[in-house]
């Protein structure tokens, strides 16, 4: 389709590029001209979530480069990176709605060519939670986000809140290597209902989708109960009660610190409530601030 030809920019569209020295002499030019450039890493199958945080980019830099790459380091073998969906055409048409200038859409053996044999050992924030659960997980991020640092020479990136352990993770990675990028959290965008905006939503039967805010849902009460004065232990105890109700099964419900995500270890700390849970064959998660 020509909305997908490489190095074009359709009629109203962004740029597309699949090749890093594409997309270098690209960035250069916008160098040249004296602009500021946004990043907003994404897997694809994008929805208005991901759309608020091109928004936002483009309230920060004078351009703004969505990457699209479905990254397989980051999936176990058990999990779905075969049927994760790719929307790619459907993501263009979105990105130029909102007057994206730049999408980067590698492949695997342009991200990852012959004889790539870096990893990365994390620790700090990528401890428990996710990584109690998808231990493989957060060295595949790190190791495709840093690339994506790097490759683009972004001024900023966005990284939505609803993945929150990941933003932490992401935002520690950055300061560790001294990469000189800003990386600024854009707000979860939910649904009427409150349930937050995944990719991974369509999985769910309509049945399904039905019962998925019981996560917000317990997560907000248990917020109130710790203003309130109720301990953070039992107040998420609680949520996990309801949400096992629901007939979803728990991996964790957990208040955390909210900037180094260590377990709580004294009053007055700035407090985040995460939880993951499958229902039917769909993981979900989510997080909110007390």
């Not at 790719?86 to 200038?101: I, M, Q």
């Not at 270890?265 to 979900?284: F, I, N, Y």
Request: with cysteine; charged share 20%.
């Amino acid at each position: 389709m020509a909305m997908r030809e490489r190095g074009v920019t359709g009629a109203g569209g962004p740029k597309i590029v699949g090749t890093l020295a594409d997309l270098r002499d690209t960035v250069a030019g916008y160098r040249r001209a004296g602009e500021t450039l946004a990043l907003v890493p994404t897997m694809g199958a994008l929805h208005a979530g991901h759309i608020a945080l091109v928004q936002q980019a483009q309230a920060l830099a004078d351009r703004v480069v969505v990457s699209i790459f479905v990254n397989p380091t980051q999936f176990a073998p058990t999990e779905d990176f075969g049927r994760y969906p790719r929307t790619f055409d459907d993501d263009v048409a979105k990105l130029a709605a909102v007057g994206c200038d730049l999408v980067w859409e590698p492949d695997a053996a342009e991200m990852y060519p012959p004889g790539f044999s870096t990893s990365m050992a994390l620790t700090g924030p990528a401890l428990g939670l996710e990584t109690d659960f998808r231990p493989h997980f957060f060295s595949g991020v790190a190791i495709v986000v840093s690339k994506l640092f790097l490759q683009t020479g972004a001024d900023h990136a966005l990284f939505g809140e609803k993945d929150y352990q990941q933003l932490r993770v992401v935002t520690q990675m950055a300061a560790d290597l001294n990469i000189p990028v800003r990386v600024v959290p854009g707000a979860t965008v939910r649904e009427a209902d409150g349930l937050a905006l995944s990719s991974r939503n369509r999985y769910l039967s309509p049945e399904e989708r039905a019962t998925a805010p019981v996560i917000h849902r317990a997560l907000t009460a248990a917020a109130d109960a710790i203003r309130a004065g109720t301990a953070p232990d039992a107040a998420m105890a609680d949520a996990g009660a309801t949400v096992t109700r629901a007939g979803l099964k728990v991996d964790y419900m957990a208040a955390r610190n909210a900037l180094t995500l260590a377990p709580l270890a004294a009053s007055g700390e700035p407090v985040r409530l995460l939880a993951a849970a499958w229902l039917g064959t769909t993981r979900l998660i989510d997080n909110i601030g007390v």
